[in-house]
């Protein structure tokens, strides 16, 4: 069955940096695009940031562009998600999704657990 099982979460310092980590089983990984997507707390679910099956394109909300970097390894079966830059708004369980394509068709039928990271000083 599929799974998706994030890592990397933790404490930073506002400015500081932390890489997101999700192995992915049970499917065929490259043949599809993946996301991130976060929940601060008493918040809803916000989408992230995607990439395509093969890494040609990826996607940012506003949120995080320009200090989020998406990634992903098909021989590792893993997605990453590299965050500089950290603001106490980033603050949020983090999960990665599996979509229903090749492309972001934002149609998520698979998340994993997620990881907590916490923004503060």
């Known amino acids: 069955q599929v799974q998706l099982v994030e890592s990397g979460g933790g404490l930073a310092q506002p400015g500081g940096s932390l890489r997101l980590s999700c192995a992915a089983s049970g499917f065929t990984f490259s043949s599809y695009a993946m996301s991130w997507a976060r929940q601060a707390p008493g918040k809803g679910l916000e989408w992230v940031s995607g990439?395509?099956?093969?890494?040609?394109?990826?996607y940012y909300a506003d949120s995080v562009k320009g200090r989020f970097t998406i990634s992903r390894d098909n021989a590792k079966n893993t997605l990453y998600l590299q965050m500089n830059s950290l603001k106490p708004e980033d603050t949020a369980l983090y999960y990665c999704a599996k979509d229903a394509s090749y492309y972001p068709r934002y149609e998520y039928a698979y998340w994993g657990q997620g990881t907590q990271v916490t923004v503060s000083s």
């Open positions: 990439i395509y099956s093969d890494g040609s394109d990826t």
